[in-house]
T-cell receptor, first 115, second 117 residues
Framework: QKEVEQDPGPLSVPEGAIVSLNCTYS??????FMWYRQYSRKGPELLMY????GNKEDGRFTAQVDKSSKYISLFIRDSQPSDSATYLC???????????????FGTGTRLQVTL | ETGVTQSPTHLIKTRGQQVTLRCSSQ?????VSWYQQALGQGPQFIFQ???????GRGNFPPRFSGLQFPNYSSELNVNALELDDSALYLC????????????????FGEGSRLTVL
């Protein structure tokens, strides 16, 4: 079983739709939770990061974390064609007695927003 | 723009060769990490450097090695290249706050795409 599970999609939605992207995880050591957006042939771009359970909103994006269920979500409101990309969830844990940290990523969900 | 720059952007090597990839971190960032992203997969942690010392490593063999320089630029070296080393190699940086809690946020460059034939 992978530490982080993410549906690879592809997910196709019409412009203006609400998009829901999800990840589940099994490692209780994960402390911080992030969402990255990656356009084709580009590096990942940090969209959102959260620490505690609950919601965090930034413009059209809302990140949700439920630590008791080991489940995180990203919601995109009023989706636009420019949102078409791969969305990666990532989780941070301390390693080597806490002197370093690493991110564990999901496989990414490919999103296509159509006109 | 994250301020993290990588070179080269693309390169092709053959099995058994060696490769060096370079990264210039965002100004003020003292921690750099390298990740390998195979096609259709999420990035995998290779290792992390803090103040020129490797302080964390993922499940990669010793032929993957690195350096971090006093100006916080860094290198990833891969010896004895194998076909499975074909991937996008990502450099990421952040400001480590030492003993204080770090958010774990990382800012990635655009990557170096390596093809091994």
């Amino acid at each position: 079983q992978k530490e982080v599970e993410q549906d690879p999609g592809p997910l196709s939605v019409p412009e203006g739709a609400i998009v829901s992207l999800n990840c589940t995880y099994s490692n209780s050591a994960f402390q911080y939770f992030m969402w990255y957006r990656q356009y084709s042939r580009k590096g990942p771009e940090l969209l959102m990061y959260t620490y505690s359970s609950g919601n965090k909103e930034d413009g059209r994006f809302t990140a949700q974390v439920d630590k008791s269920s080991k489940y995180i979500s990203l919601f995109i409101r009023d989706s636009q064609p420019s949102d078409s990309a791969t969305y990666l969830c990532a989780m941070s844990e301390r390693i080597n007695t806490g002197t370093a940290s690493k991110l564990t990523f999901g496989t990414g969900t490919r999103l296509q927003v159509t006109l | 723009e994250t301020g993290v720059t990588q070179s080269p952007t693309h390169l092709i090597k053959t099995r058994g060769q060696q490769v060096t990839l370079r990264c210039s971190s965002q100004s003020g960032h003292n921690t750099v990490s390298w990740y390998q992203q195979a096609l259709g997969q999420g990035p995998q942690f290779i290792f992390q450097y803090y103040r020129e010392e490797e302080n964390g490593r993922g499940n990669f063999p010793p032929r993957f090695s690195g350096l971090q320089f006093p100006n916080y630029s860094s290198e990833l070296n891969v010896n004895a290249l194998e076909l499975d080393d074909s991937a996008l190699y990502l450099c990421a940086s952040r400001q480590d706050r030492g003993g204080r809690e770090n958010t774990g946020e990382l800012f990635f460059g655009e990557g170096s795409r390596l093809t091994v034939l």
